[in-house]
């Protein structure tokens, strides 16, 4: 394709002004996030009733209901950092939901977008952009809006899989040329190295894995460069896979859906990362419904899925969602690999958590979960849970086994306490 295209752009404002009051719109989000786009949008002042559906976004302001970006709300299908504030505050609001049911609820219309605002790679000699770091929704949200509106990133990488998005389709665009965020991994500390080595222990040749970002999945990764054949089925990773591949640990030569093939959603961090997945044939981006479609995951042999938690109960409970009543993040993709996992013949499904919070004051395995807490794994899909004390299983267990068994990973300093809560609460004691 030649480099016509480049004079149909335009402003990010004369791309923002297509947007009217009332409708309905998609954000793409993550290193995705179409920064300029969401910018010019708020910076408008004549608009009413138009709300944002998205999910985690980079490199925008948080965004209030009826603050200073009138007219414009914002529908968090998982909360990133930046909207924490504003949905505690009542001032933005949070949707609750699986990752893997998101696309199904755009194509259905039960979420009715109007307008798409993406960020894409450059179109290629066939006129084919590609979402770049993010397919998650925003294939259907692609595929389904009324108007498609783009910021055409030069340095957004062109990702295979079921990623492509005709420049025909886009109703307008504008073209940049700026990095993406970068998220740059700090040292793990004494604690996350311990749990790292809890989970890497549990994780056999041959494994298929599934991971998120953070120091915790970081650590488990640099314990596996021993390993042979691991595969990875991911709804998203970040640097540290890109580590284990050029190792040689990672080949998917055993996974039974995608063989031979990096498998996720979105990905997010440092450029390493970025440059990795730029026209990398080995790495397939797939909407989060294939990637988190359980009976897929299940599919897979010896499906090892690491996801953490905020706290879990000494039944078993996980809250992975929120602290108490205050929303942190969102339900995502965690049960949907919990229960593939379970489903997978050799599978395990792994709860990773610190055993404590607040610099040691707080314990993360707590008597009853803090009052509207919210259960993203119930107790019984709940198998191996681990912290820097050691890795017990649940599945099967009572609840006098199971109290045993996570007081046997709390921190030290709260079992006595732990102990003398359950006692009260189920009327009889553990050791």
Known sequence: ????????AISAEELVAKIRSGQHVFVHGGAATPVPLVQALLRRTDLHDVNLYHLHLEGVPPIRNGGPHR?????SLFTG?????????????FIPVFLSDIPVLIRDRVLPIDVALLQLSPPDAHGICTLGTSVDAALAASRTAKVVLAEINHQAPRTHGNSWVPLSLVDAF??????????ELGDETPVEAAIGEQVAQL???GSCLQL?????????????????DLGIHTEMFSDGVVDLYRAGAITNARKQVHAGRIVTSFVVGSKKLYDFVDDHGIVEFHPCDRTNDVRIIA????????????????S????????GTRIYSGIGGQMDFIQGADLSRGGKPIIALPSTAASGRLSRIVPTLKTGAGVVTTRGHVNWVVTEHGAVNLLGRSLRQRAELLISIAHPDFRGELRRTFAELRHFSVG
Request: with cysteine; hydrophobic share 40%; aromatic share 2%.
């Open 316 to 323: 078993g409970q996980v809250c992975a969602d929120s602290i």
């Open 212 to 228: 998120g970002i953070g120091v915790i999945p970081n650590a488990v990764l640099k314990r596996l460069h021993g390993k042979q």
């Open 203 to 205: 994780v056999d040749d």
């Open 299 to 314: 599919a897979i042999d010896n499906m090892v899925a690491v996801n953490s938690a905020l706290e879990i109960d000494l």
């Open 81 to 93: 950092p930046n909207q924490r504030e504003p949905v505690a505050e009542g001032k933005a609001d």
């Open 71 to 75: 007219g414009v709300n914002s529908m």
């Open 1 to 8: 394709m030649s480099s016509d295209w480049l004079k149909r």
């Open 174 to 183: 504008t073209v940049t040329d700026r990095p993406l965020p970068s998220h």
